[in-house]
């Protein structure tokens, strides 16, 4: 087997066993999805639009793996590859929150920790990738050049440093006890990952790094993520603990999310002016 089948088999594998896991609890919660669709009205807009945004997210996560398997050289570091990644856990992501929302009302609370708890993990699964793609950014910095020499040396610090981070991470959001402690970890977890992420691609932005790509939209779509989650966090979500199912509210903050999304999409997908020079 060769080098570059055997990383695309990997990914294959990855793919299909993230589709069949989708598949394996949408099917446990089916009597719950139903009775949600019965019992609360706008139910079924809301998963149509899930459906949707579920459905452009993963067009945006085949892109970029087809993108990456073209390439006559495959790593798994790969900044295509990355990118892929960093669409697919978000396409898991928002999958799980679509069940979520769907079995909120007809399942009992320890179901609902565990699908939230599989939610946060994809979250900071989500973010890995372009963590990453920071670190490397900043350990690739003229400043550091005579400290790590060996591409090898500053792929193996970065990640060691990603997994303990990782790590740490998950073990917090395994361990949480109720739903309520489960959002206080968000916030302690999201936040400081939406700012390291826009602002290690802002300083790619300034440093002329990443120039497969448009690093300033990518930083600039982080930064409108982090102002209007620090936003719903304080100010919305508390107004609205007790106003039951709104199936506005929840397309509307999902429409955000996809514009959002979609800004990423366009600063990984545009070729930047540094790229367009060297070509």
């Not at 069949?20 to 609890?25: G, K, M, R, S, V």
């Not at 079924?44 to 639009?49: L, Q």
């Amino acid at each position: 087997m060769t080098k570059q089948l055997f990383h695309k088999l990997v990914i294959l594998i990855i793919l299909l066993i993230s589709f069949l896991t989708l598949i394996f609890l949408f099917n446990i919660f089916t009597l719950e999805i139903g009775q949600s669709f019965s019992l609360y009205k706008g139910m079924e807009i809301v998963a149509f639009y899930m459906l949707f945004m579920n459905s452009v997210i993963l067009v945006m996560t085949f892109y970029a793996i087809w993108k990456w398997s073209k390439q006559k050289e495959l790593h798994f570091y790969d900044i295509n590859l990355l990118f892929g990644f960093f669409f697919l856990f978000l396409f898991l992501g928002k999958s799980i929150r679509t069940l979520y929302i769907l079995i909120y009302f007809t399942t009992c609370l320890p179901n609902l920790l565990i699908i939230l708890k599989l939610r946060y993990m994809l979250i900071i699964l989500t973010g890995t990738p372009l963590i990453y793609l920071g670190l490397n950014a900043i350990t690739h910095s003229k400043s550091n050049s005579n400290k790590i020499r060996n591409k090898n040396d500053k792929l193996i610090l970065n990640s060691i440093i990603l997994l303990i981070t990782v790590t740490f991470q998950s073990i917090v959001v395994l361990t949480a006890p109720d739903l309520s402690f489960m959002n206080i970890i968000l916030l302690l977890i999201h936040i400081p990952s939406l700012i390291w992420i826009s602002g290690t691609f802002y300083y790619a932005f300034k440093k002329g790094k990443c120039t497969e790509i448009k690093p300033q939209i990518i930083s600039l779509a982080f930064l409108i993520d982090l102002i209007l989650f620090i936003s719903s966090s304080f100010i919305i979500l508390p107004n609205r603990s007790s106003s039951g199912f709104s199936p506005f509210y929840i397309i509307f903050t999902e429409l955000i999310d996809l514009m959002i999304i979609i800004i990423i999409f366009l600063g990984y997908f545009l070729e930047s002016k540094y790229s367009i020079q060297n070509n």
